[in-house]
């Protein structure tokens, strides 16, 4: 499956404020990077792949359209998937984005 150019719109839009950010086509879906570090991606299975703080994982799992990142059959930690109806208002979008770009400016810059 493709990933949503529409949300990827919506994010590189959103995205503005974070300052240098780059787009690089992975997993599928078109990641964007800040400091060379993925933060978010429009999801080659739909919805928002999303970087958040590792020890925040479990408790943004219960959280109403936010599912586990598992890759190679193991789930991510400090990754979530957000499903199109959690990120359907700029509003809810821009608070993911916001969280993901918090957690990589805690990163050390990649060159």
Same mark, same amino acid.
């Given at each position: 499956?493709?990933?949503?150019?529409?949300? @990827?719109? %919506?994010?590189?839009?959103?995205?503005?404020?974070? &300052?240098?950010?780059?787009?690089?086509? /992975?997993?599928?879906?078109?990641?964007?990077?800040?400091?060379?570090? /993925?933060?978010?991606?429009?999801?080659?299975? &739909?919805?928002?792949?999303? !970087?958040? @703080?590792?020890?925040?994982?479990?408790?943004?799992?219960?959280?109403?359209?936010?599912?586990?990142?598992? /890759?190679?059959? %193991?789930?991510? %930690? &400090?990754?979530? %998937?957000?499903?199109?109806?959690?990120?359907?208002?700029?509003?809810?979008?821009?608070?993911?984005?916001? !969280? @993901? @770009?918090?957690?990589?400016?805690?990163?050390?810059?990649?060159?």
């Amino acid at each position: 499956m493709a990933y949503d150019a529409a949300l @990827a719109d %919506r994010i590189r839009d959103l995205m503005e404020t974070e &300052g240098v950010v780059t787009e690089k086509r /992975m997993f599928g879906g078109l990641a964007f990077l800040v400091q060379g570090h /993925m933060a978010v991606a429009a999801s080659g299975n &739909g919805g928002l792949m999303t !970087r958040v @703080a590792p020890d925040d994982t479990d408790a943004l799992l219960v959280l109403p359209h936010v599912q586990p990142m598992v /890759m190679s059959g %193991r789930q991510a %930690r &400090g990754w979530v %998937r957000v499903t199109a109806e959690g990120i359907g208002t700029d509003e809810q979008l821009q608070e993911w984005i916001d !969280r @993901a @770009a918090d957690v990589v400016r805690t990163l050390p810059p990649k060159s």
